[in-house]
């Protein structure tokens, strides 16, 4: 397992790991200067379709992930998590943008982490 995958957070809950540190409420980019609202809708247009296919995605993996599991004495499919961490770490992203909670658009306009 790799060290960071290793750190430790106490959220209240105990001490676990945290595999998601710094990707949502770590440093953010710079999102530059600021921009027309009517430019911001079309972003939340593009990003709500974005969104959609991604709601796509997360049903069509979990389905996937829930065969594999069953076939493979409850053992998940490593690769596939990961992807639906990323997945679910870009949603966040999406979602914090589309809500005003951040400036920052997600990937593609930014790194993906």
Known sequence: MD???????????????DRLAGRLHGPQPDPGPAENIFLRLVYMVIIWVMLSLANTVLTVATVIQFVIMLLNNKQPNER???????????????ARFQTGASEVKPWPWTELD
Do not use: N, Y
């Open 3 to 17: 060290e960071d995958r290793r750190q430790t957070t106490d959220a209240g809950h105990g001490a676990q790991p």
């Open 80 to 94: 596939l998590a990961e992807f639906g961490t990323d997945l679910g770490v870009w949603i966040a992203k999406a």
